[in-house]
């Protein structure tokens, strides 16, 4: 222990992860808190870091405002639609009114937009989506966080946030290591910031062995957006909503472009529009949801999940007919090299070429995030002006837990954000942060060195575990005294795919499944005590480990909670199979005791505040 030595950094302002929700942080703390010292703690580096690490091809939430493309209701009433009702509103429409003056930042700090040549305005790809030619999209947000903060940490991973010991429920900071030097970091902070990702790699990949590590979601995005918060004993919601993604097959290169861009469409082995097949039985589940408009995200993989069911996969995008216009070919591939190189390597090895072969598509295994086209993540206060008493509790974006803040990934109830929305919302965040400090409520924190140094030890124990444990070895990594990081991964890998719902049962779970996932969670919990780290590189894959099987509980629990099939698709429960309005057109919420480790959960409801407030105004 004594060899790892510690440091301590005071703060104001602390952003846990410097992708685009904690680089959006960082920018707009300093703008609002000019005196202010803030920190960016990032676990690679904030250049490359994140799931726009290689880049993208589009910005898929941009209102256009300025020129009445859509407005903020607009957007709340899509992603409603697409989450089957469960969103929470006022945090939609708050990132929606906001999300436009960062998409005109990023083109101000140099991000090639591409332009309609008539129009002169950004070229859509779809109603929301613009696009870019998005390759450093990720350096250039990067720049504007470190311009704005006092220090930017790469390379820390953060463990543990650190609590007030002098009030109750408050936070006081957060602790991590260094997987360079070993080092132990103590960052005690007035407010801390949760941009941390989503979680990836907690339901088994379908590309095991030489593919491990080809997943949609980037790989090293391991659920600490939601384990530090839970941890802490902060609220969660709508963590059952987990997203499968349909995607080029083995690649798992974007569609969106395909279908909006280029217009191809799919169609099963047969050349038929197998959507359409499906329509009546869908009907049976989910009721009037399948006539909306657009078809609700998770409606469409159902479609797909039992045509391929059915045998009439392998299911293909037909790409034929739009790589015949050369233009439309060039966007086709560089659609890919902007942000999923892989795609066209994949092809390439498979000797596919779209111009003549159409390619499989995929759906991939299901993934927890707060941003795409699903909302799980922290129960936050919503903005004052917008938010029902339920929704509100003072800061904008602030967990449950006082001066602990999400965006991003991090924040549950608010699909659709993507990566603009993501930025602002981490903005959002940040100016509810300093107004926090402001405001004199984060006055008299007391963090206790032996707080630190209690978490010192549980950090570094991984290593102590192996130092010991290997003597035991006896073959390769066998060892009865201890468990590897990948071992331990590939243990929760399986619980998850095998009872919670993924691609082993084709997503199907119960409740007698969930509970029996449950309580192989908890042995694997108790088991986690013994993983042994080799070096610093295997205690970061340890911590990682930690994190998403805390989540993956967390999850579990959610999944058991709610007894319908809310969104056919990305899972189904069995036992209830159907959509039921009656009893669960509502959010879930839960809390996990710190120390008993014991999970409530609850039912809150949903208001649909855009059409309530026009219903109003109409009467
Ligand atoms: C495959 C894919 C394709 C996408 N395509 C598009 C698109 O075309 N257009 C679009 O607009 N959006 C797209 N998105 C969505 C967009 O990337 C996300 O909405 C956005 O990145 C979320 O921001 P975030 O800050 O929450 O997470 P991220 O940007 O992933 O950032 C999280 C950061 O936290 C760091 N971190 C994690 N754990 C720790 C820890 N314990 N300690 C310190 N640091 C930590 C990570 O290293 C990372 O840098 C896509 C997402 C994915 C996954």
């Known amino acids: 222990m004594a060899k790892h030595k510690t440091h301590f950094e005071d703060c104001d302002v602390l952003v846990v992860g410097g992708g685009m929700a904690g680089t ?98 950004y ?170 408009h657009p078809t609700p995200t998770c409606l469409r993989n159902h479609a797909f999940i039992q045509e391929t069911m059915a045998g009439g996969g392998p299911i293909q995008m037909v790409t034929t007919e739009a790589f015949q216009d050369p233009h439309l070919e060039t966007v086709g591939w560089e659609n890919f090299l902007g ?59 602030m967990l449950t837990i006082d001066g602990l803040f999400g965006a991003g990934d991090t924040v549950g109830g608010s699909a659709h954000k993507f990566s603009s929305g993501s930025f602002t919302e981490g903005r959002l965040a940040a100016k509810a942060a300093v107004k926090y400090i402001e405001d004199q409520k984060a006055e008299g924190i007391n963090v206790t060195d032996k707080q630190c140094e209690d978490f010192k030890f549980q950090v570094y124990k991984p290593l102590d575990t192996y130092t010991v444990a290997q003597n035991e070895i006896t073959g390769g990594t066998v060892s009865p005294s201890y468990i590897s990081p990948i071992q331990g991964l590939q243990r929760l890998q399986r619980i998850m795919d095998e009872y919670v719902g993924g691609i082993a049962t084709n997503y199907m779970t119960n409740e007698n499944m969930l509970k029996r996932g449950l309580e192989l969670l908890a042995w694997l919990e108790e088991d986690l005590e013994k993983v042994g780290a080799e070096d610093y590189h295997q205690l970061m894959r340890a911590w990682e480990l930690k994190h998403r099987a805390l989540t993956s509980q967390c999850v579990t629990e959610h999944t058991l909670f709610r007894e319908e099939t809310r969104w056919p698709g990305y899972y189904y429960r069995g036992d209830h199979m159907k959509l039921d309005d009656d009893n669960w057109h509502c959010l879930t919420v839960s809390r996990r005791d710190p120390k008993t480790g014991k999970f409530e959960m609850e039912k809150v409801p949903v208001y649909h505040i855009v059409d309530e407030n026009e219903k109003k105004k109409a009467s």
Not at 381 to 388: A, R
């Open 123 to 292: 070229l859509r790809e779809g109603k929301w989506q613009i696009m870019i030619h998005g390759e450093s999209y990720k350096p250039i947000v990067a720049e504007a966080a470190k311009k704005s903060a006092d220090k930017i940490y790469n390379r820390i991973m953060i463990t543990h946030l650190l609590m007030d010991e002098a009030k109750e429920n408050r936070v006081g900071g957060a602790v991590g290591f260094n997987m360079r030097t070993g080092d132990f970091h103590v960052f005690r902070a007035k407010t801390v910031i949760v941009a941390a990702g989503g979680a990836s790699h907690i339901f088994k990949p379908r590309a095991v062995g030489e593919g491990m590590g080809r997943t949609w979601y980037a790989p090293w995005s391991n659920g600490s957006a939601y384990a530090l918060p839970i941890a802490a004993g902060a609220k969660m919601t709508q963590m059952e909503n987990r997203i499968v993604l349909c995607r080029f097959k083995d690649g798992y290169g974007p569609v969106g472009a395909y279908f909006l861009h280029l217009k191809t469409y799919t169609q099963n082995a047969n050349g038929e529009n197998y959507e359409k097949k499906w329509y009546d039985q869908t009907k049976e589940l989910v009721g009037e949801y399948i006539d909306h």
């Open 339 to 397: 942000m999923t190189v892989g795609q066209a390597v994949v092809w390439a090895s498979q000797n596919i070429d779209p111009k003549y072969t159409n390619p499989e598509l995929t759906t991939s295994e299901p993934y927890v995030m707060g941003s795409h086209a699903t909302c799980s993540g922290a129960w936050v206060s919503g903005p004052e002006d917008l938010s029902p008493p339920e929704y509100f509790w003072g800061y904008n974006r």
């Open 24 to 121: 959006g942080a960082t920018f707009e703390a300093r703008h609002w808190g000019r005196d202010l010292k803030i920190i960016c703690v990032e676990k690679a580096n904030i250049d490359r870091s994140g799931a726009v690490a290689q880049g993208l091809y589009a910005i898929n939430c941009y209102m256009g405002m300025q020129w009445d493309e859509n407005q903020p209701e607009d957007h709340v009433r899509y992603a409603r639609n697409d989450l089957m009702g469960m969103v929470r509103e006022d945090l939609g429409y708050d990132m929606a009114r906001h999300v436009d003056s960062t998409v005109h930042m990023f083109d101000e700090w140099g991000l090639p937009m591409m332009k309609n040549e008539k129009t002169g305005r």
